[in-house]
């Protein structure tokens, strides 16, 4: 079929075999999570692991998929912003949290007065 | 295509019906949706921050209970949910190149498999969901685990939630110091009996479950002791010593160690994150659906495809979302 040609409206067309790769390369992906998960010991880095391999699809996903490669830089920009405020919050909010973490109970407050 | 002047006031100068006036050109009105519809996705993103926020904060805190939770989740449904999902994105990325090429058939093909897929994906969430709600492993105060789950978590046969005594001391079952913890519950439930206004023993199970009583072990710490003890090793159920803990061996599963009380809430945020994606793929299925109605009314074209494009843009995004949902709460190691 045709390939990348551009025109006024109809813009960057994604070629074929372009489309079926990354979806096979996405498999691959998801099948290496999960022998990396079940397989792998790695103790507080299998989460970490786990994320990287989900980045990279995400990646995949976004670039190829949702056309941001060929797209203008704004749409990406935009997409980067909104993914970088959630590292923002999310490691705010561990920092947060880890500072008061020592102080934590399990559970509900033991009761104070003795029976 | 004759320039449209926005100061025109009389006449109509020709331009495509699918064209707003306040646009100069087709490429200017597709590049401007295209721009409002990526803002819009990362309100999303950030819809879901907020549950991830949620899972975070709690992972960092309390990581026995999503390592105990994760096993109720089924792996192998995870990831051909994650591999539906992908395969949804193919086809719905294809139904654009499709409608950019004017192959109208295919389009709507297409359409329609992405749409299947997203069914298939709440299909197999049905199935899971449904699973879950029969073993009574739900969110918050629901969490109440039957049957298999129970077995599980009781390490005997389950009689279910339904005693007012059983349900609140269940975790304490197998334990070596059950009795006096019995002993404990009993004279709370005496004392609540007692009380006109708490006469049944649902009313005891609430009471005693809002009012945390210690179990013996820890009431025979002096001061000193209990806050010099670490304390997550201090929980409503006392200190449990690994050794004394029954071992449950049911379905596969082989649990050692102390099982910990706060379970409902990894339920609470697997439901929410899940069921709040589980909406987003029903939207995305109408808004598909609504897509095919109109690709079947010839409205699309090469050169006007704009809806397909923003409405595969919302599908991919809520691919994207289970991408990282998958690993973070199906492959907990």
Redesign the interface.
């Known amino acids: ?2 390939h990348g040609h551009d025109s ?4 960057h ?2 070629p ?1 075999w372009l ?2 790769g ?2 096979f390369a ?2 691959v992906l ?1 099948a290496l ?2 022998w990396t ?2 397989h792998l ?3 507080a880095f ?2 970490w692991l ?2 990287i ?2 980045s990279v ?2 990646t995949l ?2 670039l ?4 941001l490669i060929w ?2 830089p ?2 990406g920009i ?2 980067a ?3 970088m ?2 590292i923002l ?2 490691g705010i ?2 920092m947060d ?2 500072e008061n ?1 020592p ?9 104070v007065a ?2 | 295509m004759s320039k449209k002047n926005s100061s025109d006031g009389a006449g109509h100068a020709e331009h495509p019906k699918w064209m707003q006036h306040h646009f100069d050109t087709p490429s200017q009105q597709f590049a401007s949706s295209k721009m409002g519809m990526w803002l819009f996705l990362a309100t999303e993103v950030l819809l879901f921050a907020g549950l991830f926020c949620a899972y975070t904060v709690y992972r960092a805190n309390h990581m026995e209970m999503f390592i105990f939770g994760h096993q109720f989740l089924d792996v192998k449904w995870g990831a051909i949910n994650t591999c539906v999902l992908l395969f949804s994105s193919l086809t719905a990325a294809w139904s654009v190149r499709a409608a950019q090429l004017g192959q109208k058939g295919l389009m709507i093909l297409l359409l329609f498999l992405t749409m299947a897929c997203g069914g298939g994906f709440m299909a197999i969430k049905y199935v899971e969901y449904s699973h879950k709600i029969h073993d009574g492993l739900l969110w918050g105060t629901k969490y109440k685990p039957t049957g298999h789950a129970a077995e599980l978590i009781h390490g005997e046969a389950a009689h279910g939630a339904g005693d007012a005594g059983g349900a609140h001391g269940t975790v304490d079952a197998g334990h070596a110091e059950a009795d006096a913890a019995a002993a404990i519950e009993t004279a709370h439930g005496e004392e609540a009996a007692d009380d006109a206004h708490a006469a049944d023993g649902a009313d005891a199970m609430e009471t005693s479950a809002h009012a945390p009583e210690l179990p013996a072990n820890v009431l025979a710490l002096d001061a000193a002791e209990r806050s010099s003890t670490q304390p997550a090793a201090i929980g409503p159920r006392g200190m449990v010593p690994v050794s004394d803990t029954e071992h449950a061996e049911a379905g596969g599963h082989h649990w050692e160690g102390p099982i910990p009380d706060n379970v409902h809430i990894f339920f609470g945020i697997y439901f929410g994150m899940t069921g709040l994606h589980g909406i987003h793929v029903l939207i995305g299925m109408i808004i598909l659906g609504w897509l095919i109605y109109r690709a079947l009314k010839n409205d699309f074209s090469p050169e006007y495809f704009t809806p397909v494009d923003l409405g595969v843009l919302y599908w991919h995004l809520v691919d994207l979302i289970w991408i990282f949902l998958f690993p973070l709460l199906y492959l907990i190691g």
């Not at chain 1, 006024?8 to 813009?11: L, P, T, W």
């Not at chain 1, 102080?103 to 009761?111: I, K, V």
Request: aromatic share 14%; charged share 10%; glycine share 6%.
């Open positions: 079929m045709s006024e409206q109809v813009g067309v994604v074929l489309l079926f990354v979806f996405l498999i998801t999570t999960v998960a079940t010991q790695l103790g299998n989460i786990a994320l391999i989900a699809k995400a996903v976004a190829f998929f949702m056309h797209d203008k704004y749409n935009v997409l912003g909104a993914f405020f959630v919050f999310l909010s561990l949290t880890a973490m102080d934590m109970y399990e559970g509900p407050a033991p009761a003795t029976e």
